[in-house]
């Protein structure tokens, strides 16, 4: 079987199955310490223009790795300043989730596809997988509605979760009293490394 067909396997278990052993549920398993991606995110509030956002930097950094989980840190720009956004740490015995925002969805696979991407002038061999997500406010438990849907492109290449491409098209709803926001989001891969993270 080729390495493409089997990640594409993970890819789908990654998202869709419940707990299972660490090798098919999750993908940063293989991760090392020092692993990092960086991406550039767009975020366009139609409600509200003024929360939009452009061209900002974003950075996921495995920090530590565990035999059962591992720690990842989320940086992000503002003002030109890096900004440590606090850990994660995904359970290898858990499915992982990439969005940021969704923690308690529903997350029902529309479909799984390959396509190829090109970042930098460099072709990515992709699994394209389109999600439907419904996840309802929670005030008791402050959790934000995110309701529409996300597209990922994930591909064995790539670490911190093999992500390429994340696509988002969502309502979102930050408490039962408030009025929902359309937003439109694109992460896209700016840059990774191995083992080589180094703190600016």
Do not use: H
């Not at 969502?170 to 490394?193: C, H, R, V």
Request: a neutral charge; hydrophobic letters at 35%; one cysteine or more.
């Amino acid at each position: 079987m080729k390495k493409t067909t089997i990640f594409a396997l993970f890819a789908v278990l990654l998202l869709t199955a419940g707990p299972t052993t660490a090798q098919q549920a999750n993908l940063l398993s293989k991760a090392g310490e020092g692993d990092w991606v960086k991406f550039t995110v767009n975020v366009q509030n139609q409600t509200e223009p003024v929360l939009s956002i452009k061209d900002q930097s974003r950075w996921r950094v495995t920090s530590m790795v565990q035999e059962t989980f591992v720690r990842i840190d989320n940086y992000t720009e503002f003002s030109g300043n890096k900004t440590n956004m606090g850990p994660i740490m995904p359970d290898f015995n858990e499915p992982f989730e990439p969005v940021p925002g969704i923690g308690n969805a529903k997350v029902t696979i529309v479909s799984s596809t390959p396509e190829n991407l090109t970042v930098k002038g460099k072709s990515y061999a992709c699994t394209k997988i389109v999600r439907k997500v419904s996840q309802p406010v929670d005030d008791a438990k402050i959790q934000m509605g995110w309701n529409g849907t996300s597209t990922i492109w994930v591909c064995p290449d790539i670490p911190v979760g093999g992500i390429i491409k994340i696509e988002n098209q969502y309502q979102s709803q930050l408490t039962g009293d408030s009025a929902p926001n359309k937003i439109s989001e694109t992460w896209m891969l700016a840059d990774f490394g191995f083992k080589d993270w180094k703190e600016e």
